[in-house]
Each structure stands twice: as C-alpha cells, then as structure tokens.
C-alpha cells in the first residue's frame, strides 16, 4: 500500500505567524505533488503543486520538496485567521499494475487553527 | 469560466437502492476522477477516466462504476446501497492525469 502520512493536527498557531504543515509519501516513484486547502464543509481547493526538489513561492504560501527523503511540506506565512481550514497533502503514485496512470492519493489532512 | 460542476448537491437513499451522481469538468479538461470523502479522513480514490478510457480504479466493490462520455462528463454509479456508503462524492477534473486537479462542489450522500 503506497502512503501519504499527514499528522491529523490540530496545529495551532498566532496570527501573524509561520504554520509549518509536513506531509511524507512512500512510493519513491512519486514525481507530483499537491497542496490543497479544504474548508469544514466544503471540498478541496488546490493551493499548490510542486515537482522538483526545492521551493516554490505563491503569495504567502511556500512549498517545499525534498524527494530523498520524501518530504513535502507546505509554509503559510502571516498566518491568518481565514487559513484556518484542513490541509490536504497529494501525491501522485503508480499503481501496482504496470501500464497504469499516475493515481492521486491523499493524506487524511492537517488540521489548521490560527487565533487571533 | 465555470468550475467543475456535480449533481446532486444533496441525496439521501435507503439501503439497497441504487444512485447515480454527475460531474461535469472544466471546458478542456479531458481527465475526471471520482473520490469518497468520509468525515475525517482524506479523499480515497475511485476511478479516473481519461478520454472516456477508464484509466485507474480504487479499492472499491464492484458495486461502484463510472464511465466518461464522448462531452467529458462522467457518472458514478452506486448499487445496492450499504450504509457505510454515506459520504461525500468528489468529482475533480483535470487537463489530464497526473495534471493539477481542481474538485467540484461534492454531492453528499446519505444512505438510511
């Protein structure tokens, strides 16, 4: 079985502050990787997506990829109260059948809290 | 331009019935895959299409099935409802797979 591992949180910081949420996959085959946001109640948003190692900046957010040790991680900076949500780590893997495409499979998410 | 779009947005069903919900992707996009989302949890995987192909199944029954028309919108279809069915269906739809998926609204299910 080909995991994502999130830490169910919840994590909780200051507003004005760095959330650090961490996310680690086990299929080294894995070559995509996504950041998605999803509100109580409602579905996913797509905040992120990163394929090479290193970082990738959006506004405040900041992805960052380390696949030998297979480590994604995403930054929130400023952290403010409307972050407050669950973030969901993806992770595009093969499947066991050769000839198969790249399937998504998700963490169980982050939860976020920031207070005022 | 519009998002991904499923009905319904609400259904409830009892035991042994069968459903079927509907997605409609994003102009362009050619990819649409199906998830479950229990409260909690992740969205587990069910089916990805790609080109009205079915390209990847989940560790679900056969009980669940799903197919891609020629306009890129696709169906899941549930039968024989078990309460442990109740959740949250997720439609995303993507350029192709492997791309960037962006999710619809979701249709909640709830089997009595």
């Known amino acids: 079985q080909k995991e994502v591992e999130q830490n169910s949180g919840p994590l909780s910081v200051p507003e004005g502050a760095i959330a650090s949420l961490n996310c680690t996959y086990s299929d080294r085959g894995s070559q995509s990787f996504f950041w998605y946001r999803q509100y109580s109640g409602k579905s996913p948003e797509l905040i992120m997506s990163i394929y090479s190692n290193g970082d990738k900046e959006d506004g405040r957010f900041t992805a960052q990829l380390n696949k030998a040790s297979q480590y994604v991680s995403l930054l929130i900076r400023d952290s403010q109260p409307s972050d407050s949500a669950t973030y969901l780590c993806?992770?595009?893997?093969?499947?066991?059948?050769?000839?198969?495409?790249?399937?998504?499979?998700f963490g169980r998410g982050t939860s976020l809290i920031v207070h005022p | 331009d519009a998002g991904v779009t499923q009905s319904p947005t609400h259904l409830i069903k009892t035991r042994g019935q069968h459903v079927t919900l509907r997605c409609s992707p994003i102009s362009g996009h050619k990819s649409v895959s199906w998830y479950q989302q229990v409260l909690g949890q992740g969205p587990q995987f069910i089916f990805q299409?790609?080109?009205?192909?079915?390209?990847g199944r989940g560790n679900f029954p056969d009980r669940f099935s799903a197919r891609q028309f020629p306009n890129y919108s696709s169906e899941l279809n549930v039968n024989a409802l078990l309460l442990g069915d109740s959740a949250l269906y997720l439609c995303a739809s993507s350029l192709a797979t492997g791309n960037e998926q962006y999710f619809g609204p979701g249709t909640r299910l709830t089997v009595t």
């Open positions: 993806a992770v595009n893997v093969l499947p066991h059948a050769s000839g198969g495409s790249y399937i998504p499979t």
């Open positions: 299409y790609y080109e009205k192909e079915e390209r």
